[in-house]
């Protein structure tokens, strides 16, 4: 098929806080940049010969070519993944918990609480297929990946606690 790997550059830069004033609470940051090219990718068969024609020689080992009567013509086309795609998503993760005894509260009361916040800010998922315009899937609610701008959860568990 002539695939080749796909390539990614990645970038991560995060940052912990645990303050000592503040026992049992812990945040995070992370930033992340993924920029991958020539990811693995497929086009129908008339998207093939269509793109090998317009110059986009990659998909031209998705056909196979013969003389026909004295004519060089495609006698067969392949449905084959190419390496065609490029990919760019960058974000940043956001986490906080907060875990607390309840006998540290009050005495007279047992196990624990916790609470933890997740949360994602994407602000670019940009796809280039060479075929299709260049398109950021952040915040767009139809059609594709339907990706918001913010994404987040939040849970509170109770650890043996008795009422």
């Not at 806080?17 to 049992?24: E, M």
Request: aromatic fraction near 10%; charge should be neutral.
């Amino acid at each position: 098929l002539g695939l080749k790997p796909e390539v990614a550059d990645t970038t991560g830069l995060g940052v912990v806080l645990q303050p000592t004033f503040f026992p049992g609470f812990s945040a995070s940051i992370d930033y992340y940049n993924i920029d991958i090219s020539g990811a693995i990718g497929t086009v129908g068969t008339q998207q093939t010969i269509d793109n090998c024609y317009s110059g986009n020689t990659v998909f031209c080992s998705g056909l196979q070519r013969d003389v026909v009567n004295g004519v060089l013509s495609i006698t067969k086309v392949f449905s084959q993944p190419f390496n065609f795609v490029n990919e760019l998503d960058r974000g940043i993760d956001f986490e906080a918990s907060y875990r607390v005894n309840l006998a540290d509260i009050n005495d007279s009361m047992n196990g624990g609480l916790s609470l933890r916040f997740l949360a994602t800010h994407f602000l670019k998922n940009r796809v280039a297929n060479g075929i299709n315009k260049p398109t950021d899937q952040v915040g767009q609610l139809s059609g594709g990946v339907n990706l918001p701008n913010w994404k987040w959860t939040a849970t509170l568990k109770n650890r043996g606690l008795r009422l």
